[in-house]
């Protein structure tokens, strides 16, 4: 089993810069990949960003050189780094894990606007 907590979420301006974090607890030793996701209203929850056990970094466009998935091993925490955040970034960010199975945490909110 493992557990996420997510946390970071506020209300920033556009242009603005925020920083996420998923705090894990459980059995860390089994998760594969991490990632982030996010749910806007009335859409599907899509992919931000991923990295594998190894480092690698899968993105998606609409973050592409504004968002960063870094992981912190000693802290057993991973973060989303967002800069230039617009309006369209607006919406519920969870956080994933997959081990044999695939985890998520309760969502933190991020709303852009003036």
């Known amino acids: 089993q493992v557990q996420l907590v997510e946390s970071g979420g506020c209300l920033v301006q556009p242009g603005g810069s925020l920083r996420l974090s998923c705090a894990a607890s459980g059995s860390i030793f089994s998760i594969k990949n991490w990632g982030w996701y996010r749910q806007a209203p009335g859409k599907q929850r899509e992919l931000v960003e991923n990295i594998t056990s190894f480092g690698i970094r899968i993105y998606a466009d609409s973050g592409k050189g504004r968002f960063t998935i870094s992981r912190d091993n000693a802290k057993n925490t991973v973060y989303l780094q967002m800069n230039s955040l617009k309006p369209e970034d607006t919406a519920v960010y969870y956080c994933?894990?997959?081990?044999?199975?695939?985890?998520w945490g309760q969502g933190t909110q991020v709303t852009v606007a003036a």
């Open positions: 994933n894990a997959v081990t044999n199975r695939q985890y």
